[in-house]
C-alpha cells in the first residue's frame, strides 16, 4: 500500500507540475498575442488618424529629460570599464593599441543601442505603466471612451512614437559618450594620443556598424513602449495593480530587448 500511495503521490505532482507549465505557456501566448494586437492597432492608428504632434513633441521632451543624464552617465563608465578590461586583457599579448578599435566596435554595435534601450525601459518605460495604470484606477480611460474618442490614439500612440525616435537619438548621444570614456582609459593605459584613438576608432567603423546599432534602438523603443503602455492599460486592482504592471513594464521590456537583439542582430548581419 505504501508504494501504491508514493505512485499515486508522484503521479498526482507531476499532473500539476504539467498544468502548471501548460498554463504558463497559455499565459505566454496570451500575453504576447494581447501585445501584439495592441502594436497592430496602433500601426493602423498611425496610418488612419491625425496625429497629435503637439502630444508627440511633449513626450518625446520628457523621455529626453528623463533618460539623457542617466544614458549619458552609464555609457560614459561603461566605456571606461571595456576600454580598461580591454587594456588589461590584450595588454598579455602586447597589443593595447588596438583597444580603440575594438571598444568603439563593441559600443556601436551593441553595447550603446541595449544599454541605452535598458535605461529607457527603466526610466520611462515605468513612467508610461504607471502613469496609464493611474489613469485606468481613477477611470480617465473610460471616461475618453465615453467621450467617443480612441484610447490608443489619444494615448498609445504619441508615446510610442516618440519612444520610437528617441531612443536611437540617445543611442548615438550614448555611442559618442560611451567611446570618449573609453579614451580616456586608453590614453592612460596605452600610452596613445587622443588623436591615434579616434582615427583607430574612425579607420574601423564603418557605416553599417553605426546603421546596426540605431537600428535596434528604434525597434527596442517601440518594444518598450508598446510593452508599457499593455501593462499600464490592463492595470487591474487599484494601486497595488499599478504597482505590479510597472514592474511588469520594466521586467517584460527588458526581456524583449535582450531577446529580439539576437534575431534583429542575425537578420541586420544577413542583409
Known amino acids: 500500500m505504501m508504494s501504491t500511495y508514493v505512485k499515486e503521490t508522484g ?3 507531476l499532473h500539476r507540475t504539467l498544468f502548471s507549465m501548460m498554463e504558463r505557456l497559455r499565459g505566454f501566448i496570451t500575453l504576447v498575442g494581447s501585445i501584439s494586437a495592441l502594436a497592430f492597432d496602433t500601426l493602423r492608428v498611425v496610418f488612419t488618424h491625425r496625429l497629435a504632434f503637439g502630444e508627440v513633441i511633449k513626450q518625446f521632451v520628457q523621455i529626453g529629460n528623463k533618460s539623457f543624464f542617466i544614458v549619458a552617465l552609464i555609457a560614459f563608465f ?6 580598461l578590461q580591454l587594456a588589461v586583457g590584450l595588454g598579455r599579448f602586447g597589443l593595447k593599441l588596438y583597444v ?14 541595449v544599454l541605452t534601450s535598458i535605461m ?7 513612467g508610461i505603466a504607471a502613469e496609464l495604470g493611474s489613469m485606468v484606477v481613477t477611470e480617465q480611460v473610460l471616461a475618453i471612451e465615453a467621450m467617443g474618442a480612441n484610447p490608443v490614439q489619444k494615448l498609445v500612440v504619441p508615446r510610442v512614437i516618440a519612444a520610437t525616435i528617441a531612443t536611437p537619438l540617445l543611442t548615438i548621444m550614448a555611442n559618442i559618450i560611451g567611446v570618449t570614456g573609453g579614451m580616456v582609459i586608453t590614453v592612460m593605459e596605452a600610452g596613445v594620443t587622443p588623436r591615434f584613438y579616434i582615427d583607430q576608432i574612425s579607420k574601423a567603423l564603418i557605416v553599417d556598424d553605426f546603421l546596426s ?3 535596434k534602438a528604434t525597434f527596442f523603443g517601440f ?6 503602455c499593455y501593462q ?18 520594466v521586467v517584460y521590456s527588458s526581456i524583449a530587448i535582450f531577446v529580439s537583439d539576437f534575431f534583429l542582430t542575425k537578420l541586420i548581419l544577413y542583409f
Open 120 to 126: 529607457v525601459a527603466a526610466r520611462v518605460g515605468s
Open 223 to 228: 518594444f518598450v513602449a508598446i510593452i508599457s
Open 78 to 83: 561603461t566605456g571606461l570599464v571595456i576600454a
Open 232 to 249: 499600464g492599460l490592463s492595470t487591474r486592482g487599484g494601486t497595488e495593480g499599478v504597482g505590479r504592471q510597472t514592474t511588469k513594464a
Open 11 to 13: 503521479n498526482s505532482y
Open 213 to 215: 546599432g540605431v537600428i
Open 100 to 113: 580603440g578599435t575594438i571598444v568603439g566596435l563593441s559600443i556601436f554595435r551593441e553595447l550603446g543601442p
